[in-house]
Nanobody, 123 residues
Framework: QVQLVESGGGLVQAGGSLRLSCAAS????????MGWFRQAPGKEREVVAS????????YYADSVKGRFTISRDNAKNMVYLQMNSLKPEDTAVYFC????????????????WGQGTQVTVSS
Protein backbone atom coordinates (compact mmCIF):
# COMPACT_ATOMS: atom_id res chain seq x y z
CA GLN A 1 0.00 0.00 0.00
CA VAL A 2 0.98 3.64 -0.33
CA GLN A 3 2.01 5.53 2.77
CA LEU A 4 1.24 9.25 2.83
CA VAL A 5 2.49 11.93 5.20
CA GLU A 6 1.14 15.48 5.13
CA SER A 7 2.95 18.56 6.36
CA GLY A 8 2.68 22.33 6.17
CA GLY A 9 -0.44 22.99 8.20
CA GLY A 10 -0.62 25.64 10.86
CA LEU A 11 -2.32 28.77 12.11
CA VAL A 12 -2.67 31.70 9.73
CA GLN A 13 -4.63 34.92 9.56
CA ALA A 14 -7.46 35.33 7.08
CA GLY A 15 -6.06 36.35 3.73
CA GLY A 16 -2.82 34.50 4.31
CA SER A 17 -1.32 31.52 2.52
CA LEU A 18 -0.14 28.02 3.29
CA ARG A 19 1.44 25.30 1.18
CA LEU A 20 0.60 21.74 2.17
CA SER A 21 2.88 18.91 1.12
CA CYS A 22 2.20 15.19 0.88
CA ALA A 23 5.07 12.72 0.68
CA ALA A 24 4.28 9.28 -0.73
CA SER A 25 6.23 6.09 -0.13
CA UNK A 26 5.76 2.35 -0.48
CA UNK A 27 3.80 1.05 -3.47
CA UNK A 28 3.66 4.39 -5.19
CA UNK A 29 3.19 2.71 -8.55
CA UNK A 30 -0.35 1.83 -7.50
CA UNK A 31 -1.34 5.48 -7.11
CA UNK A 32 -2.95 7.29 -10.00
CA UNK A 33 -5.28 10.06 -8.90
CA MET A 34 -4.26 12.06 -5.84
CA GLY A 35 -6.54 14.24 -3.81
CA TRP A 36 -6.79 16.63 -0.93
CA PHE A 37 -9.77 16.31 1.38
CA ARG A 38 -10.73 18.20 4.51
CA GLN A 39 -12.95 17.69 7.50
CA ALA A 40 -14.13 20.42 9.84
CA PRO A 41 -15.66 19.74 13.27
CA GLY A 42 -19.25 18.56 12.90
CA LYS A 43 -19.03 18.29 9.13
CA GLU A 44 -18.56 15.48 6.65
CA ARG A 45 -15.25 14.94 4.90
CA GLU A 46 -15.25 16.77 1.59
CA VAL A 47 -13.04 16.83 -1.46
CA VAL A 48 -10.98 19.97 -1.86
CA ALA A 49 -8.99 19.17 -4.98
CA SER A 50 -7.93 16.21 -7.08
CA UNK A 51 -5.33 15.63 -9.77
CA UNK A 52 -4.65 12.87 -12.29
CA UNK A 53 -1.32 11.05 -12.48
CA UNK A 54 -0.03 13.26 -15.27
CA UNK A 55 -1.43 16.42 -13.75
CA UNK A 56 -3.46 17.03 -16.88
CA UNK A 57 -6.82 16.81 -15.15
CA UNK A 58 -7.71 18.67 -11.97
CA TYR A 59 -10.79 19.29 -9.91
CA TYR A 60 -11.52 21.96 -7.33
CA ALA A 61 -14.45 22.40 -5.02
CA ASP A 62 -16.40 25.53 -5.84
CA SER A 63 -15.52 26.95 -2.44
CA VAL A 64 -11.78 26.96 -3.22
CA LYS A 65 -11.67 27.68 -6.95
CA GLY A 66 -9.34 30.53 -7.73
CA ARG A 67 -7.68 30.32 -4.33
CA PHE A 68 -6.21 26.80 -4.10
CA THR A 69 -3.91 25.01 -6.54
CA ILE A 70 -3.12 21.30 -6.52
CA SER A 71 0.07 20.03 -8.12
CA ARG A 72 2.28 16.96 -8.09
CA ASP A 73 5.87 16.00 -8.74
CA ASN A 74 5.94 12.31 -9.53
CA ALA A 75 9.74 12.19 -9.67
CA LYS A 76 9.76 13.23 -6.01
CA ASN A 77 6.59 11.34 -5.05
CA MET A 78 5.11 14.58 -3.78
CA VAL A 79 1.72 16.26 -3.99
CA TYR A 80 1.10 19.86 -3.00
CA LEU A 81 -1.79 22.13 -2.19
CA GLN A 82 -1.09 25.83 -2.43
CA MET A 83 -3.72 27.71 -0.47
CA ASN A 84 -4.06 31.46 -0.94
CA SER A 85 -6.55 34.02 0.34
CA LEU A 86 -7.46 31.73 3.19
CA LYS A 87 -10.78 32.19 4.94
CA PRO A 88 -11.93 31.11 8.41
CA GLU A 89 -14.24 28.59 6.77
CA ASP A 90 -11.16 26.83 5.38
CA THR A 91 -10.33 25.72 8.92
CA ALA A 92 -10.21 21.92 8.95
CA VAL A 93 -7.97 18.90 9.08
CA TYR A 94 -6.60 18.37 5.60
CA PHE A 95 -5.90 14.85 4.32
CA CYS A 96 -3.87 13.69 1.37
CA UNK A 97 -5.17 10.56 -0.36
CA UNK A 98 -4.22 8.23 -3.20
CA UNK A 99 -6.53 6.35 -5.55
CA UNK A 100 -5.94 3.51 -7.98
CA UNK A 101 -8.43 5.18 -10.31
CA UNK A 102 -7.02 7.34 -13.10
CA UNK A 103 -9.08 10.24 -11.80
CA UNK A 104 -11.62 10.51 -9.01
CA UNK A 105 -13.31 12.99 -6.69
CA UNK A 106 -15.10 10.28 -4.71
CA UNK A 107 -13.50 9.68 -1.29
CA UNK A 108 -14.68 6.06 -1.39
CA UNK A 109 -12.34 5.49 -4.33
CA UNK A 110 -9.29 6.59 -2.38
CA UNK A 111 -7.66 3.67 -0.59
CA UNK A 112 -4.60 5.29 1.01
CA TRP A 113 -4.82 8.23 3.40
CA GLY A 114 -2.40 10.36 5.33
CA GLN A 115 -2.78 11.20 9.00
CA GLY A 116 -3.98 14.72 8.32
CA THR A 117 -2.61 18.16 9.07
CA GLN A 118 -4.51 20.91 10.88
CA VAL A 119 -5.16 24.20 9.13
CA THR A 120 -6.61 26.97 11.26
CA VAL A 121 -7.51 30.34 9.79
CA SER A 122 -8.25 33.16 12.20
CA SER A 123 -10.34 36.22 11.42
Amino acid sequence: QVQLVESGGGLVQAGGSLRLSCAASGRTFSANAMGWFRQAPGKEREVVASISWSGGSTYYADSVKGRFTISRDNAKNMVYLQMNSLKPEDTAVYFCAASSRPYSINPDEYRSWGQGTQVTVSS
